[in-house]
């Protein structure tokens, strides 16, 4: 969930949710602290999100419920992979003012606005169990506009021009960064 100002989503890899991948919430006017701001000023950018039931952006999660009557303002939406699930969407809600989308490539129906190219975006599961663009994928290169705050991709590895949209920029520097097991975390 985006609740708030100025907040910075980038390098996510969200994969088979059900409920959708990142819900932009709207705000209640002079909001408690215990209550929702609206969202404003964000940024989100470089993530994959594929096979989501639900939407993969929620525009404008709680919109008309416990006193929400703000829509989410000036949020960038930027350089994406959205591969929405059989059942689920690209987005669903309505955006607020100043809203920018640029370089997102997507699979399915066109949403009819720019800044998405519609594609199929080739992926296939790595060794790391992530799926990830191949080589002769669109996402390759399909980057755009100057994003500074992505330097580096989800497995830690440099953003060199041409960028690629989505988590995973194509590179074959060493991995640093790499999805932790329940070996990594669990209980033995």
């Known amino acids: 969930r985006v609740i708030g100002e100025d907040h910075i989503l980038v390098n996510n890899y969200i ?23 609206q969202a404003r000023n964000c ?18 999660a709680g919109m008309g419920s416990a006193g929400r009557t703000l829509l989410p303002e000036n949020i960038r939406v930027a350089n994406n992979l959205f591969s929405p699930g059989q059942n689920g969407t690209l987005f669903k809600g ?24 519609i594609a199929e975006v080739k992926l296939a599961r790595a060794t790391d169990g992530l799926l990830r663009p191949a080589a002769d994928s669109p996402v390759r290169g399909a980057a755009e506009g100057n994003v500074t ?19 995973d920029q194509y590179s074959t520097n060493s991995v ?3 999805p932790l097991t329940p070996g990594d975390v669990g209980p033995s």
């Open 94 to 117: 309505k955006e607020g003012s100043g809203w920018k989308w640029f370089g997102n490539v997507a699979t399915g129906p066109s949403p009819g606005r720019a800044g998405f190219r």
């Open 149 to 167: 705050a992505a330097t580096v991709d989800m497995d830690g590895q440099e953003r060199s021009s041409p960028l690629d949209s989505g988590s």
């Open 43 to 60: 940024l989100i950018a470089f993530n994959t999100i594929v096979d989501s039931s639900g939407p993969c952006l929620q525009l404008d």
């Open 15 to 37: 994969e088979g949710v059900t409920q959708g991948g990142v819900w932009i919430t709207a705000g209640i006017p002079n909001s408690e602290l215990k209550g929702y701001f």
């Open 176 to 178: 640093t960064r790499r």
